[in-house]
């Protein structure tokens, strides 16, 4: 387990922190800062009221509910979304309303989970050739028949 400190910002007086709805759960449940309402279509970068310092080596993925998703058509943008180590700023969800109906975005509603996960970094070195596989160059859709 990694420690990531929080602060809470002025509009996100009085919200739960991000916690884990069960022992085994794997993201931890955010709630939103503010009271909007998405109509299909729309999208909006809803505010978490805090501000995180993530250590060094680990990021924080932002990732949909499947509840939300199912019973709403309501999911995050840019999934899963990436907070970097160096980034000071407010938590911002980007939510958007692919359902049919507008949708109530309410304070203190849960609307993510945030998913704190280790960073490999990588040095890309150019090549003449790459190695042959039995995929080679198929593309999307290429396997699995």
Known sequence: ??????????????????????????????????????????????????????????EVQVRPRSGLAIKNGITCLNTPGTIDSDYRGEIKVILINLGQE???????????????????????????ELGETARGTGGFGSTGR
């Open 1 to 58: 387990m990694i420690e990531i400190k929080l602060s809470r910002l002025p509009h996100g007086e009085g919200l739960p922190l991000p916690r884990y709805a069960s022992e085994d759960a794997v993201g931890l449940d955010v709630t939103s800062a503010e009271e909007l309402v998405l109509r299909p279509g729309e999208r909006h970068a809803v505010a978490t009221g805090f501000a995180i310092e993530i250590p060094r080596g680990y």
């Open 102 to 128: 507008p949708f109530e975005v309410r304070r203190g509603e849960r609307i993510a989970q945030l998913v704190p996960a280790p960073v490999l970094r990588a040095d890309f070195v150019e090549a003449g």
